[in-house]
């Protein structure tokens, strides 16, 4: 093994360990070096900063995964809610989650909505806040809402933290995250490019590592990785493999398990865009450090949040930001990859599918849930989907490029037929009720 | 909310009442209003599909639109039995399985023929307006309706009230939104201006018929309940929660409906079900969560025949709570639209939920609370495990907890749900039993229900 390629497996081993790291010992430990509060957000985005600029550890919720074992979350929800709830409930009642100051719930679904009012229940003595996001992107409307909205957040966090949070202190914060989203654009922009150097499990870990670590740290570490991947690329290690560039989408609140995301590249892609992380790249420009703090997280909230179904699309366009994000990543296929029982990725899912059939971007679906065991179903449909599509890729010509982007669209239309059937092409989740 | 089932005819039979019935009226203006519909295009009106929750009806009254509420065509078609091919439909050409049957149910319905409950086809909307008031589903639900009809769409988005409060930001967001975009939104689909004192007027007769809905939910406080508040309940919400809040119309049903359940109260009568006048009134039930339609006299019956008579439902709600005192307020209009959207029951904090079910056990003199938990609805059902633990815990009262389905008939097992109702009965029974012991009582066999004030709990808190 290269010089580089054991410090990116020493990069990736330390985030794996704060994958695994369900009790929050990371948080314990920054808790005890600081003597500050930490304070815990369900996906998909909040304004990380205004925690930051408050002193304390912004710390990402992403539930259980596959690594609890729920025994009294599932007292709480009915069969046909989604996991994540279950298992943040569990992890919450088991103490897990103790070393956390408070928790907000950003509007995202009624799941998380609701949740917002249990944990007000469960845990009386903890902070709870749910964050509404307007869905009118005028600034005068919309906009004057969401800062006022900030504005409580920012009150109730001095009011915890003891400490007043000024102008300064929030525009250092916006500069921090700045930085970290520009790493994370590095960080994407070489998976976009050469994806068998930043393989999707390792930009996985590096990305879900900012959960737990503050963010210098993170944005460190995110540059570090890039680096070193790079080297050991250009050392010999990791080379480019013939594999299908795919879109994952449908993943940005409760998270797929490690190993489905190994599973996706095992079988043929290369995952060079996904949601999965979506809360960390939000934003997709820097937030101004001109101004009011407030004003400037809120207009970038309006003007630049990257459409996700938790969002109102106001024009007409339902599915395009996908499909121009497929282009942009030249990507050759989408795989929807959505929980069970979510709501707004499954409901979102049609209108995106028939954006990508327009395009003649082909696309397959399955369902999961986060603690997920069985992977075999899912490696066949990634990998018979991947072989399709390299496939048409190989006949070259250009009334072969016609031909498969034709041949796309009918695949599209197969799996949708399929479906009608009730076939299962390829796979299912566990649930065993899903569809192509 | 009226069809044209045996189960409206018996609900029309109310004390005694002749041809001109609350249930008749009712009947005439739903059928006016679907004339009304399917004459929109030529007589030049205009069209708005739009949500029951946070509804405008007033407003689109002010602006002499017609609404069309795709919930509503989503019942109806499972009442009359044409849910399941809607939703096969949906789900054939894509719609997961596991989201809300509501959606599914309307596009299917869409594919074949938009055909309402009158048997005509309903008009394609001229506007989409989105009230997104207390269900994320809404949102995707008129994305996905954006998809078929070439027609803007325009947003209301209500804030979730997550501290139990209605904020003045909350407030004058709502405010904004209608000024800066509802508004102009209908100036530009009628060419009319906004008339204030148009709105007004129409806020005054709401807040009208709203003082008579309330007195006849509240009417359920009697013993015996005159009516039954969440199966006869959901066609008294009907006119309210539709079409005619702020018509004359309205007005006239609900004084209408109000002195024929005084009636009712007078002549120490219960309630009304589809087999008929109910038997005595056995077990008083406040239930959270939605019907089931595809069986729906069937569910009612599972009740009725055991005695049980749903005193309180927070379904009755979802188009605004009345009874905590809100009333559209014609001096402050675009601020009451605003709190009545706020204010709607699944906007509320689960904690505000729960203090309301409380109130209600309270109130109503209630022996449990049963909960209907429908898979399609997450807005309702996540989090009603603990609605019933703390339900429990803090009014000592039995909980019982059934699941179905609003309107795909492969989520209600007729059975499974009697049983668990029998037995949420009988775990009632048992209660009973305990709390006479605990009072010195001689044990043996429960007396006959409501036969004997002292053994009958809450009869403290009779009227
Ligand atoms: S997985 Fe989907 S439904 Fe479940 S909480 Fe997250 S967004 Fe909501
Ligand atoms: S999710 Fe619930 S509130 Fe929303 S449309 Fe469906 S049934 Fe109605």
């Known amino acids: 093994m290269s010089t580089s390629e054991s410090e990116v497996k020493v990069i990736v081993e330390r985030c794996e360990a704060l994958y695994h790291d369900v009790d929050l010992q990371a948080v314990v430990d920054w808790k005890a070096r600081t003597g500050r509060a930490a304070i815990g957000f369900l996906p998909i985005y909040v304004p990380r900063e205004i925690i930051d600029a408050a002193g304390m550890l912004p710390v990402g919720m992403r539930g259980g995964g596959d690594q609890i074992e729920i025994i009294r979350g599932d007292a709480y929800f009915q069969s046909y809610i989604c996991q994540i709830p279950r298992s943040t409930i569990e992890l919450g009642l088991t103490g897990r989650l103790d070393a956390l100051d408070g928790v907000l719930f950003p509007s995202i679904c009624d799941v998380i909505r609701n949740l917002s009012g249990m944990w007000q229940l469960l845990f009386p003595e903890k902070y709870a806040r749910y964050l509404d996001v307007p869905q009118n992107f005028d600034s005068a409307v919309g906009g004057v809402f969401y800062r006022r909205e900030l504005e409580g957040l920012r009150d109730d966090l001095e009011k915890l933290g003891g400490r007043p949070i000024d102008a300064d202190a929030l525009r250092a914060s916006i500069v921090r995250y700045n930085a970290n989203r520009q790493a994370l654009e590095r960080l994407m922009t070489l998976r976009r490019e050469a994806p068998w150097t930043a393989p999707a499990d390792e930009s996985y870990l590096v990305i879900r590592a900012g959960d737990l670590l503050p963010v210098d740290e993170h944005t460190q570490l995110i540059d570090d990785y890039v680096a070193a991947a790079q080297r050991a690329h250009a050392e010999g290690a990791r080379p480019m493999r013939d594999r299908t560039p795919v879109v994952i989408s449908g993943a940005f609140c409760e998270q797929p398990p490690l190993p489905l995301i190994r599973t996706l590249e095992r079988a043929g892609c290369y995952v060079v865009w996904d949601d999965m992380t979506l809360g960390a790249r939000w934003l997709t420009a820097d937030v101004s450090t001109e101004g009011d703090p407030l004003l400037a997280l809120s207009e970038a909230f309006l003007h630049h949040s990257t459409p996700t179904a938790s969002v109102y699309e106001p024009g007409a366009h339902k599915g395009q930001p996908l499909c121009d994000q497929v282009r942009r990543c030249g990507a050759e296929g989408v795989i929807f990859a959505a929980p069970s029982f979510c709501d707004p990725a499954l409901l979102d899912q049609p209108m995106l599918q028939r954006a990508l059939d327009r395009a003649g971007i082909p696309w397959t679906a399955f369902k999961y849930a986060e603690n997920l065991g069985q992977f075999q179903v899912i490696r066949e449909q990634a990998g018979t989907f991947a072989d399709s599509i390299r496939l048409w890729s190989e006949q070259g010509t250009e009334q072969a490029s016609e031909q498969r982007s034709e041949r796309r669209h009918e695949q599209g239309k197969a799996l949708e037929s399929s479906r009608g059937n009730g076939e299962r092409p390829g796979a299912t989740s566990e649930q065993g009720s899903d569809h192509a | 909310m009226s069809d044209s089932s045996d189960t409206e005819k018996a609900v029309a ?451």
């Open chain 2, 13 to 463: 039979a109310h004390a005694g009442s002749g041809k001109d019935d609350s249930m008749e009226k009712q009947k005439a203006m739903t059928a006016d209003h679907f004339r009304a519909l399917t004459r929109a295009r030529e007589e030049g009106k205009k069209v708005v599909y739009t949500f029951v929750p946070g509804n405008l009806t007033e407003l689109m009254h002010a602006f002499d639109v017609l609404p069309v509420y795709p919930e509503i065509n989503a019942l109806q078609s499972a009442m009359r039995q044409r849910s399941a091919q809607f939703i096969g439909e949906a789900e054939r050409s894509g719609h997961s399985e596991d989201v809300c049957t509501y959606v599914k149910c309307d596009l299917g319905m869409i594919k074949n023929g938009n055909i309402g409950p009158t048997g005509e086809k309903l008009p394609p909307p001229d506007l989409l307006l989105l009230s997104y008031t207390g269900c994320f589903t809404f949102m995707k639900w008129f994305e996905l309706l954006r998809q078929e009809y070439d027609c803007p769409v325009v947003m209301l988005h209500t804030p979730y009230q997550s501290e139990g409060r209605v904020t003045d930001n909350m407030r004058q967001y709502m405010v904004d939104q209608l000024r800066n975009e509802v508004i102009p939104a209908f100036e530009r689909l009628t060419g009319k201006t906004y008339d204030e004192d148009r709105l007004r007027e129409c806020l005054r007769k709401s807040a009208r018929a709203e003082d008579d809905m309330v007195a006849v939910l509240e009417s359920a406080k009697h013993r015996p309940s005159p009516i039954d508040a969440y199966f006869g309940g959901v066609y008294y919400i009907g006119p309210m929660f539709t079409a005619f809040r702020g018509t004359d119309a309205a007005v006239d049903y609900y004084s209408t409906l109000r002195r024929e359940i005084d009636a009712r109260v007078a002549q120490g009568l219960g309630p009304i079900t589809p087999e008929g006048e109910m038997g005595p009134e056995r077990y008083r039930l406040v239930v959270e969560g939605p019907p089931n339609w595809t069986s729906f006299r069937e569910f009612w019956r599972m009740f009725a025949e055991e005695g049980a008579v749903v005193v309180a439902s927070s379904y009755t709600k979802v188009g605004g709570v009345y009874d905590l005192g809100f009333r559209h307020d014609p001096e402050h209009p675009l601020e009451t639209l605003a709190d009545y959207c706020l204010g709607c029951y699944t906007n509320r904090s689960l904690p505000q939920r729960i203090d309301l079910l409380e109130q209600y056990m309270n109130d109503y003199s209630a022996d449990g609370l049963l909960i209907n938990s429908v898979k399609s609805c997450n807005s309702f059902s996540a989090g009603q495990l603990l609605i019933l633990r703390q339900i429990e815990a803090r009014t000592g009262l039995a909980g019982g907890f059934i699941e179905t389905d609003l309107v795909d008939p492969r989520y209600f097992s007729a059975a499974n749900v009697k049983n668990r109702i029998e037995s949420y009965l009988q775990m009632i029974d048992q209660k009973r039993q305990q709390r006479r012991q605990s009072l010195g009582g001689s044990g043996g066999s429960p007396p006959p229900p409501g036969s004997t004030p002292l053994f009958s709990p809450g009869a403290e808190g009779q009227p």
